[in-house]
Nanobody, 127 residues
Framework: QVQLVESGGGLVQPGGSLRLSCAAS????????MGWFRQAPGKEREFVAG????????DAADSVKGRFTISRDSGTNAVYMQMNSLIPEDTAVYYC????????????????????WGQGTQVTVSS
């Protein structure tokens, strides 16, 4: 069992930055593949960024490539997403998710691949 708690969301102006955190308990982040997803009002949940269990592979949606970076810290047992150059279209509730994985190099874009989810944190980009 893995418990995930997101934090770091808030209101930011266009062009600004935020760093989201996903604190994990019950299992080491180095033993699971992780993903960040988001859901805007009236839209389906979408993949944002992912990190393999090995920590060596990452993936990001085209809409955030070059602006968002996913990382993890085994010391704090947390996963982070640095979000730069934010635009209004980034406004959504952001969720982190975990998948105990046999294949250490896998990064998963499909939400159904993940077993555990956090409660979400709101990010609003507006002037």
């Amino acid at each position: 069992q893995v418990q995930l708690v997101e934090s770091g969301g808030g209101l930011v102006q266009p062009g600004g930055s935020l760093r989201l955190s996903c604190a994990a308990s019950g299992r080491a982040v180095s033993s699971v593949a992780m993903g960040w997803f988001r859901q805007a009002p009236g839209k389906e949940r979408e993949f944002v960024a992912g990190l393999s269990m090995s920590g060596s592979n990452t993936d990001a949606a085209d809409s955030v490539k070059g602006r968002f970076t996913i990382s993890r810290d085994s010391g704090t047992n947390a996963v982070y997403m640095q979000m730069n150059s934010l635009i209004p279209e980034d406004t959504a509730v952001y969720y982190c998710a975990a998948r105990p994985s046999v294949y250490s190099g896998g990064v998963y874009r499909d939400a159904s691949a993940y077993n555990y989810w956090g409660q979400g944190t709101q990010v609003t980009v507006s002037s």
